[in-house]
């Protein structure tokens, strides 16, 4: 009798940081459109690099430090990433995995972010805080693209870990957590409002 067995499993972790409608969610939202209106560095880089919209990623490196909120994120995300390691079953050696980085994301109407993985990292996520209706789902590809060669087509319909790519769409107060070599983007945002999130990378040592 055959069997099949799922191997290299790719694991995505959901958790949830604040529920809608509560005031900590409601304060980072603020924040983040206050530092964006504020940050003419921030603005700068994203007009000279054609970048949609608003991210702070190359201009505030300190935003736990800057603003409590950020700092109250970052205890919560701690948390977060201590149990995605725990479940990835990872080998610290005794070290923990600490916040790299963490920055700002505010996309347009019709604003896109394009594939991209993120380096020198072990886990990356992201914070959703505030999607409206019609706001772009983050879009994840299958890490074994490049060597596929040959390989049909999945069917249109075929299950979800047998999907070239695939969408989640959490709501404001969410957390996504994955390994930082698996490749994302965010695509074409139709809502008639900004998305807005909170992205990281945790290192390890």
């Known amino acids: 009798m055959a069997t099949i067995n799922n191997l290299f ?10 529920q809608g409608g509560d005031a900590f969610l409601a304060e980072l939202d603020a924040s983040c459109r206050a530092i964006a209106e504020d940050d003419a560095a921030g603005q700068r880089w994203c007009r000279k690099n054609g970048y949609p919209g608003y991210t702070s990623y190359a201009s505030l490196n300190d935003l736990p430090w800057r603003f409590p909120v950020f700092k109250q994120l970052q205890k919560k995300l701690d948390g977060h990433v201590v149990d995605f390691a725990r479940a990835l079953e990872l080998d610290l050696g005794g070290k923990k ?12 109407p ?11 990292s072990v886990v990356s996520g992201t914070v959703y805080v505030a999607m409206p209706d019609g706001a772009s789902a983050i879009k994840f590809e299958d890490p074994r693209h490049a060597m596929m060669m040959a390989t049909p087509p999945r069917k249109a319909r075929a299950a979800e870990p047998n999907r070239s790519f695939v969408y989640r769409s959490p709501e404001p107060g969410q957390v996504l957590l994955w390994e930082s070599w698996l490749r994302h983007e965010v695509p074409l945002n ?16």
């Open 97 to 108: 995995l600490q916040l790299d980085s963490l920055w700002i994301n505010i996309l347009p």
């Open 9 to 18: 499993v790719t694991q995505l972790y959901r958790g949830v940081i604040a």
């Open 190 to 205: 139709n809502a008639e409002d900004e998305r807005i999130s909170v992205s990281f990378n945790y290192r390890w040592g």
């Open 110 to 120: 019709g604003g896109v972010h394009t594939s991209h993985i993120h380096p020198h």
